[in-house]
């Protein structure tokens, strides 16, 4: 479930997506991971770009595998997350 707070800067969080679990990690400050849980395959970063946005709340990037820069941007991390998965998948499937 989605906070203002941002996923957890200690431990692994798993969010259920496309009848799969996957992992949010963290990685770095500022940076987790994505992983897909059976095969640990990454699929990419979730980055804070800022933690006070223009509304107030953080900013958040998602950056498939294989990227070197967020292909989604916002607020909302989980939908970030799930976007994030949902291009991975794409760019896989074609």
Not at 5 to 14: C, D, E, I, Y
């Amino acid at each position: 479930m989605p906070t203002q707070q941002g996923p957890s800067k200690t431990r692994q969080l798993n969010i259920e997506h496309k009848g799969r679990t996957f992992g949010i990690v963290p990685s770095m400050e500022r940076t987790w991971v994505v992983t897909e849980m059976i095969s640990r395959a990454p699929y990419g970063r979730l980055v804070l770009l800022d933690e006070d946005g223009e509304d107030g709340l953080p900013v958040y990037g998602g950056i498939p595998a294989g990227y070197t820069e967020p292909l989604h941007q916002g607020s909302d991390w989980d939908g970030i997350v799930r976007a994030l998965i949902n291009q991975t998948d794409w760019d896989v499937d074609t």
